[in-house]
Nanobody, 115 residues
Framework: QVQLVESGGGLVQPGGSLRLSCVASGIIFSINDMNWYRQAPGQQRELVATITSGNSTNYPDSVKGRFTISRDNAKNTVYLQMNSLKPEDTAVYYC?????????WGQGTQVTVST
């Protein structure tokens, strides 16, 4: 069974920072590309960061320069450092990995950016 468990969400003020963590089990973590998605109410789920097994990263323009994805293979953990947070970043953030043809998702962690 593949299991992804996110943590680190919470309530922050605009301009603040959060660091999300996702601990993976049931996969050979080091050989898999890892992703972070987010979904706000009434919105489609959006890819916000990707990190490959070779540590290449990709971000959409909406978060580029503010978010940083990283991984620690020894801990089977992928992180999402989020800086300069904006109200529009408010969403449930999900860890994701594709194992062959199967997409695996974490339970999500809520990030709320508000005064």
């Amino acid at each position: 069974q593949v299991q992804l468990v996110e943590s680190g969400g919470g309530l922050v003020q605009p301009g603040g920072s959060l660091r999300l963590s996702c601990v993976a089990s049931g996969i050979i973590f080091s050989i898999n590309d890892m992703n972070w998605y987010r979904q706000a109410p009434g919105q489609q789920r959006e890819l916000v960061a990707t990190i490959t097994s070779g540590n290449s990263t990709n971000y959409p323009d909406s978060v580029k320069g503010r978010f940083t994805i990283s991984r620690d293979n020894a801990k089977n953990t992928v992180y999402l450092q989020m800086n300069s947070l904006k109200p529009e970043d408010t969403a449930v953030y999900y860890c994701h990995v594709r194992v062959r043809y199967i997409a695996c998702w974490g339970q999500g962690t809520q990030v709320t950016v508000s005064t």
